[in-house]
């Protein structure tokens, strides 16, 4: 048992909190100061690493503007930078400032920024920032001693490398050795594009490096590039490159800064899969409200219509009359409120965890059977359930939904006088995946063909609405509940041969 529930736990909601999780793990640990911020350019939310650049806690920088933690000389420059992100939506890469930390100290950042949008407005900006001290003060150092080069990059959390005039290592920091897995000795001499990247940068690395050698400029001196690199065991992994130029000697060399940024690009994805998850359910959201209210729109035009004859009629009416209006009103109260207990079971489904339970499937049966009864009759329809059913896990509620979803459209496009089967099939009898049961419900009515068939379980599609009574939103809810409890969906059909609905659940 403690195996079939764990089967049914991995539920839309549990992947979408381990999505969440996995989200907030990234955000946390990264080694970039993350932030987002209101339209004011007031801090909403930050990561760890911002604590540990500022010194200030989470709590203490929330609600910082970015004039409290930069010199006043800087805010003109500062306010540009944010305005044109906000007007023209690009992203404004590697812009450099300096920032004063809590303890008074001024420390050299980066920033990465773009707009943050919610349903497509605009509500803040998002980015990254990313403490450069280090770089700075190695290239600075450079020009006035290598010895005071060597001393800060030893200390640097950041891969630092520099290469000569003949693309070859002559400095490879302790940062540089754990980041590639080489050690110093062993890239001492190297041609680094060769050692480190990827052979399909190697014919531009060269390209470029031609210039360079001879000007000390190309087209990533003073640039910071995003590009994969490998290490010692051949893994590849995103890495940002900072390039500067040097002479030494009269001959120009380069110093290269590199940032692993593998937990930057993980985040990246995780943020951009969210967002596309949440632009669907947005879609789909839109997509029931309309259904929603276009199937209220009829049965409400009865009660309307019905009782304001009663109202403007009363006296004129006969008895006979007055109780078909009544009827009529009753009859739309109920499709009403059957159409709002499917809104209401849509929205469970979107935030309720429930916990799986071994199901007594003909207990299920019998109360569809008993809800649907009215229409039953109303059909004249013909019902043949099996004497037993398979033990399966699930929740009662949602599987006597699925029932009365399949059932209700058996008996709605089964024909006159529907013949409708209702039955089970298991991996043992079956072609069903090992650990699963197969309930069906088939009828045997016009069918549905081939065109119609590509849109069956997709979001609120309904057919044959001229005929059809009801509402368009079952079979996208059963999709739902099914995939929410493990299972899968399916149907088998052909115009003018009836339609068999399939669902399954774990055993």
Do not use: C
């Not at 992994?237 to 290269?256: H, T």
């Not at 669907?280 to 009660?303: C, I, M, S």
């Not at 399949?406 to 209702?422: C, D, F, Q, V």
């Amino acid at each position: 048992m403690k195996k079939k529930a764990n089967r049914v736990e991995t539920t839309e909601v549990g992947k979408r909190k381990q999505a969440e999780e996995k989200y907030r793990d990234l955000f946390d640990n990264s080694s970039d100061f993350l932030f987002t911020m209101d339209l004011k350019g007031n801090f909403t939310n930050v990561n760890k690493a911002a604590e540990i650049n500022t010194g200030y806690t989470r709590n203490e920088i929330i609600g910082m503007s970015f004039k409290d933690y930069t010199e006043r000389k800087n805010h003109p420059d500062l306010v540009t930078a944010f305005s044109t992100v906000y007007r023209t939506g690009a992203q404004l890469k590697d812009y450099a400032f300096d920032v004063i930390i809590k303890d008074k100290k001024k420390k050299h950042f980066e920033i990465n920024l773009s707009l943050l949008k919610k349903d497509d407005k605009i509500i803040g900006f998002k980015g990254s920032a990313r403490d450069v001290t280090l770089r700075k003060q190695a290239i600075e150092a450079l020009h006035q001693s290598e010895e005071k080069f060597r001393a800060i990059s030893t200390s640097a959390q950041d891969a630092i490398i520099m290469i000569n005039n003949d693309g070859l290592i002559t400095f490879w920091n302790p940062s540089a050795e754990e980041m590639f897995q080489y050690t110093k000795k062993e890239v001492q001499g190297k041609d680094l594009h060769a050692l480190l990247t990827q052979e399909i940068y190697h014919e531009a690395f060269q390209e470029g490096f031609r210039k360079f050698k001879s000007t000390g400029k190309g087209t990533a001196i003073d640039q910071t590039l995003e590009l994969t690199a490998k290490r010692k065991d051949g893994t590849e992994f995103p890495i940002a490159l900072s390039l500067s130029a040097v002479k030494l000697e009269g001959k120009w060399n380069a110093i290269g800064i590199v940032r692993d940024i593998t937990l930057q690009k993980q985040l990246e994805i995780t943020l951009r899969d969210q967002s596309d998850e949440l632009k669907g359910r947005n879609e789909e959201l839109d997509a029931y409200a309309q259904t929603v209210a276009h199937d209220l729109k009829n049965p409400l035009g009865l009660v309307i219509g019905y009782s304001d004859l009663i109202i403007t009629d009363y006296d004129e009416l006969s008895e006979n009359e007055t109780k078909t209006y009544i009827g009529e009103i009753n009859d739309a109260g109920k499709k009403m409120q059957n159409i709002i207990d499917n809104l209401l079971l849509f929205a469970s489904l979107r935030k309720e965890e429930i916990k799986p339970n071994v199901l007594d499937m003909g207990d299920i049966v019998g109360e569809t059977i008993k809800r649907l009864k009215p229409m039953i009759k109303e059909k004249n329809a013909t019902i043949t359930i099996p004497d037993k059913w398979p033990r399966v896990v699930g929740y009662a509620a949602w599987v006597e939904e699925i029932w009365i979803n399949y059932l209700s459209n058996a008996l709605k496009y089964g024909g006159e006088s529907p013949r409708i089967e209702l039955g089970s099939d298991t991996g043992k009898s079956k072609n069903i995946l090992e650990g699963f049961a197969r309930f069906r419900v088939r009828d045997f009515g016009s069918g549905i063909d081939l065109k119609e068939k590509k849109h069956l379980f997709k979001s609120f599609e309904r057919f044959d609405a001229g005929t059809a009574k009801g509402h368009g939103l079952g079979l996208s809810i059963v999709k739902r509940i099914v995939e929410k409890l493990g299972g899968e969906v399916d149907v088998i059909s052909e115009a003018g041969k009836g339609s068999t609905f399939y669902f399954t659940l774990p055993t």
